[in-house]
């Protein structure tokens, strides 16, 4: 039930190792921007984030708030290996990012992360003909999302990665 076709080529296993290629690709391209430069008019700290990645965003946010019907006959599809669809993978990290910004907002923050982001982005994941349109997991509308834990290491800390690499 893996998120990459199988057109009759090659082996499972060199199927899974183009997944994860894949993926990692998606997210080095993703971690190279996550801090901007601080804006001349701000102060030299930046907010501190309320989750830590995308997968600890997903389990707080998405899974227990979005709570849908899913399945193969419900209007709604949702993986619970949603880090195996890399077009999956780079929508929550938007979602996750905006979150983070406009979480700051204390007046219209959340209320236009859910109008532009969430609405938007949860509509093209949830699809039946978005990037879980075949997946076979299942849920009752008042149940959270399904969820299997990514492997270890998938996600970094993109705090902890940055203050890594600095000298």
Not at 69 to 93: C, F, M, N, S, T
Not at 130 to 143: C, H, L, N, V
């Amino acid at each position: 039930m893996g998120a990459l076709p199988d057109h009759g080529r090659g082996d499972p296993d060199r199927r899974q190792g183009l997944h994860h290629r894949r993926l990692e690709a998606v997210l080095l391209r993703l971690t190279r921007t996550r801090t901007a430069p601080p804006h001349p008019d701000s102060s030299d700290t930046e907010p501190t984030l309320y989750y830590a990645n995308v997968d600890e965003f997903v389990r707080g946010q998405i899974i227990p708030v979005f709570r849908r019907r899913v399945g193969e006959r419900a209007e709604h599809r949702w993986a619970a290996d949603w880090w195996r669809y890399p077009k999956a993978v780079i929508r929550l990290e938007a979602l996750w990012r905006a979150w983070e910004s406009l979480r700051l907002d204390p007046a219209l923050g959340i209320s236009v992360w859910l109008r532009d982001h969430a609405d938007y982005h949860l509509g093209v994941l949830m699809s039946p003909t978005g990037p879980f349109a075949k997946s076979t997991y299942e849920a009752k509308a008042a149940d959270p999302l399904p969820y299997d834990a990514p492997p270890p290491g998938l996600f970094q800390d993109p705090v902890q990665e940055s203050s890594a690499a600095i000298p």
